[in-house]
């Protein structure tokens, strides 16, 4: 079955389920008390030092703040304004901080993200990344992660077939490609690609069936590999990555990236589907939602294009480019010289 692109992109289904961080990330700051650190400018590193949080944690927060106008940003310091000197310092008699902080409290995960805002990732904190991380990961996980990451990718894996030029690619592995949307929506689009939906081997059982939906058994398969510990397989032009990069710190996006370049021959391509930051690190606001989002359980974040331009050329990879894919995702690709 040749998926139909919708009718209107994804967008503003986005723009709700991210909504949820808003009043989630004024919570927690106002619970850890960051509006008090600032007596003076201060850029991410300085507040987590003063503060004792993590930086990681201010990475995520202090740009959910400033997105929401509720901190200015010059010369990469942020630093308060009229509406956070009104009604984020627990001194203003306009002091909206109780009803914040309550509202906060009954959000699920609230606990979760707060102390690994301040205390960087925490035991509780650790879900699926463990299972990827570990190289194991139970059945009854491995349908309710990919059934979850179906459902938000499907969009973008059927818009990027009609923006993105894959013409010349015959042979694509699709690494960590849970359900196998993207191999699939490939296939469909290109009828002489044939794709390896790379994933750990509970999640190739879910794949399977995802495969068989989508009418494509003859073209897209599974490989069970351990993409930590294994070697990847040769023999394919293009290596796909939707939402991988992002799971994880950038150290091990460079293993990953490195893993790449030595299995793709040369002339191979890469390829990462994202939602990039600006290179301010605070705008757009669905990327600086997600990179808050990544707090509640994964290891990583958003990026800039700049970063992850850099994570590639430190693999090896040359002629880095991007251009936006469908909603709010872009396709960053490298080629293997």
């Known amino acids: 079955m040749n998926p139909v692109l919708p009718p209107i992109d994804d967008t503003k289904i986005w723009d709700i389920m991210l909504s949820d961080f808003k009043s989630q990330a004024i919570s927690i700051a106002l619970a850890l008390e960051v509006f008090e650190g600032f007596d003076a400018p201060a850029g991410a590193e300085q507040l987590a030092k003063k503060l004792g949080y993590s930086l990681r944690g201010m990475k995520a927060l202090l740009p959910m703040l400033k997105v929401q106008g509720l901190l200015d940003k010059h010369q990469g310091a942020y630093q308060l304004n009229n509406l956070s000197r009104t009604y984020m310092l627990k001194e203003s008699p306009y002091y909206w901080g109780p009803f914040f902080i309550r509202r906060g409290e009954a959000i699920p995960n609230y606990k979760v993200i707060l102390d690994n805002i301040r205390d960087g990732e925490t035991e509780e904190a650790r879900g699926p990344a463990d299972s990827w991380e570990s190289g194991q990961m139970d059945p009854a ?19 990027m077939t009609q923006t993105c030029d894959f013409s010349n690619v015959q042979s694509l592995l699709d690494v960590g490609g849970g359900s196998g949307c993207y191999a699939s929506a490939l296939a469909n689009h290109y009828p002489e690609m044939k794709c390896t939906i790379m994933e750990l081997a509970a999640v190739c059982d879910v794949a399977k069936g995802y495969i068989e939906k989508a009418g494509v058994s003859d073209r897209v398969d599974t490989k069970a590999v351990d993409m930590f510990r294994e070697d990847w397989p040769e023999d394919y032009e293009a290596h796909f990555f939707s939402n991988i990069f992002h799971d994880w710190s950038p150290e091990t996006c460079e293993l990953l990236a490195q893993k790449s370049f030595d299995a793709l021959a040369p002339g191979g391509r890469i390829c990462l589907q994202e939602i990039l930051l600006e290179e301010s690190g605070d705008e757009p606001y669905a990327a600086v939602a997600f990179s808050f989002f990544m707090t509640q359980g994964n290891k990583g974040q958003q990026y800039t294009l700049k970063h992850l331009e850099y994570i590639l050329e430190k693999a090896g990879f040359k002629d880095v480019s991007a251009r936006r894919s469908y909603g709010y995702y872009s396709l960053v690709t490298g080629k293997k010289p």
Do not use: E, W
Request: glycine content about 6%; proline content about 5%.
């Open 141 to 159: 996980l491995a349908k309710k992660v990919t059934d979850f990451m179906h459902c938000h990718s499907m969009p973008s894996a059927v818009g």
